[in-house]
């Protein structure tokens, strides 16, 4: 007995010192690195920028032997940079400071399909999403991107896959992709995933999914990370981690991430996240040089002062997408005026500086190509009362989301209760001096972006086309051009939108 007791020890010793148990039971340390929604290079002094973040990317890479760097997308435009080159500077930037991966999300298409497909072949790291159909694509599938990808830590696999709002087809007006149904898509890419033994899925995009409360309960995907404007939050669940990051506030995300596994062999994982303000680092001087090059091109043609505001000015996000702005006055006025339309209509969406303009501020040609950064051109179409009124409810439909539909109007007062139902917010429209007439004609000035049925504004691809785009020019040469020959402009909150409660 003795002498089969003495050999069970000595059998169970060598399996527990043999290298292969020694090499699978040993704990994995990584740190996962997150950022996104940084479309412009420039650091603020109140935030900072993609220099101090390469700051924290060094230091991260230098202190931990495993480093996965994730970019969540929405980064390639709009800005006043990307507005000539269509985002190939930003690809040059991320060239130097290497994602791991980069999520493609809606800002990727700023400048259309053909565009970002030129992108992806400048980029010397790999973009990623699984639910973009395109016809002229092998297979369906987008040129230059991956549907997943698989990294090898040890004895260890983390799954990394991406997902795109479905909106981005309205919301940036594509030319030819579609988007296949997410949900379906995440079980099918974490079903291959977990049978190429990824022991964690994560999985990033830039919308709200409606599920990830449950596909994080059952184990679908293990970490969640979504692009998001207008918050950052880390929420742990039970099985899994959800985070928000993309504010304006720039704040990184650091994860620590520690890999271990039981005596079956079973994943064990453990997380310990912090949100990292890039205002509280020094800028990574090889990065910064680099955009200082970039800058310094545009410096003397882009700091050129065009005229004074004489009143404050407020583009900040939901300054422009919840109610009547100043900015979003002055910018649909200047392109009533241009072209002699009886009405204008813009969209919110467009204006992207989020910025506060003191009174007395002189505006540089920098300021109004960083509120309006879209290429769009200006047009004028032939609409119906009873078809700017559908027009006006879509943009006064998801004021609570602060969707970039809310409209900015000039022409026109309109009264609106947005506290009652979308699609019956519009109380009453006058026209000038006289209400809205439901068969009356009316000349509309707006962008090809809306008029093309972008943002919701299906109505308008009914309308005849009184000035075709192509012959027009860009909404920011407009302002441009108004404030320059007035010297000083003086926009305010007039009362052309006039919230009611009900």
């Known amino acids: 007995m003795q002498h089969f007791i003495r050999l069970a020890i000595l059998l169970l010793l060598a399996f527990f010192c043999s290298p292969n148990y020694l090499l ?3 704990p994995l340390h990584i740190n996962l690195v997150y950022i996104s929604n940084m479309p412009n290079i420039e650091s603020r002094k109140d935030s900072g920028g993609l220099s101090e973040f390469a700051t924290l990317l060094v230091r991260q890479r230098r202190e931990n ?24 500077h ?27 497909i030129l992108r992806t072949y400048e980029a010397a790291f790999p973009m990623l999403n699984a639910n973009i159909i395109d016809p002229m694509g092998n297979g369906g599938r987008f040129e230059g991107i991956e549907s997943q990808l698989l990294y090898e830590y040890g004895q260890y696999k983390i799954g990394i896959f991406a997902i795109i709002d479905p909106e981005v087809v309205s919301a ?32 990033m995009t830039g919308y709200n999914i409606p599920e990830r409360e449950s596909l994080l309960a059952d184990g679908t995907i293990d970490i969640l990370l979504q692009s998001d404007s207008r918050m950052d939050e880390v929420v742990p669940t039970e099985k899994g981690l959800y985070i928000r990051q993309g504010s304006d506030d720039r704040l990184a995300v650091t994860v620590e991430l520690k890999l271990d596994r039981d005596i079956n062999k079973n994943l064990i994982w453990s997380n310990s996240v912090k949100m990292v303000p890039l205002k509280d680092l020094p800028p990574e001087p090889e990065l910064a040089r680099q955009i ?15 005229g004074k505001t004489l009143t404050s000015l407020d583009t900040t996000r939901k300054a422009v997408r919840t109610g009547e ?51 769009n051109t200006s047009t004028v179409i032939q ?58 004609n009316y000349r509309v000035a707006t962008l090809d972006f809306i008029a093309q049925g ?34 000083s402009v003086s926009p305010t909150i007039d009362g052309r939108l006039i919230q009611v409660s009900e």
């Not at 979003?328 to 204008?344: E, K, P, T, V």
Request: hydrophobic share 40%; charged share 25%; aromatic share 6%.
């Open 172 to 203: 940036f007006r594509t030319e030819r992709i579609s988007i296949a149904n997410s949900s379906e898509t995440i079980q099918q890419i974490s079903n291959k995933l977990r049978t190429m033994d990824a022991d964690l899925v994560i999985l």
């Open 325 to 375: 702005n100043a900015f979003g006055n002055l910018a649909a006025d200047s392109l009533r005026a241009w072209h002699g339309a009886d009405i204008a209509l813009i969209n919110g969406g467009g204006i992207r500086g989020n910025k506060i303009y003191p009174p007395g501020t002189i505006l540089t040609r920098r300021d109004i190509q960083s509120e309006l950064p879209f290429r």
């Open 24 to 26: 699978w039971c040993k």
């Open 454 to 487: 972008g943002d919701g504004y299906e109505i308008f691809k009914q309308c005849k086309i009184l000035q075709d785009h192509r012959t027009s020019q860009l909404l920011w040469e407009i302002l441009r051009t108004h404030i320059q020959e007035k010297s």
């Open 65 to 88: 032997k495993h480093l996965l760097f994730l970019h969540g997308g929405d980064s390639l435009g709009p800005s006043a940079l990307s507005s000539f080159d269509r985002g190939a």
């Open 383 to 440: 609409v119906k009362g009873s078809q700017l009124l559908i027009a006006l409810e879509n943009g006064l439909s998801r004021i609570e989301e602060e969707k970039g539909c809310f409209p900015h109007v000039s022409g026109i007062v309109v009264r609106y209760s947005p506290e009652a139902p979308p699609g019956k917010r519009v109380i009453s429209v006058m026209a000038g001096n006289a209400p809205l007439h439901p068969d009356a």
């Open 292 to 306: 200082d090059g970039y800058l310094a091109h545009l410096t003397q043609l882009m700091d050129k002062e065009l």
């Open 90 to 116: 930003m690809i040059d930037i991320l060239n130097t400071l290497m994602p791991d991966a980069m999520a493609v999300a809606k800002r990727e298409f700023s400048y259309k399909e053909d565009e970002f």
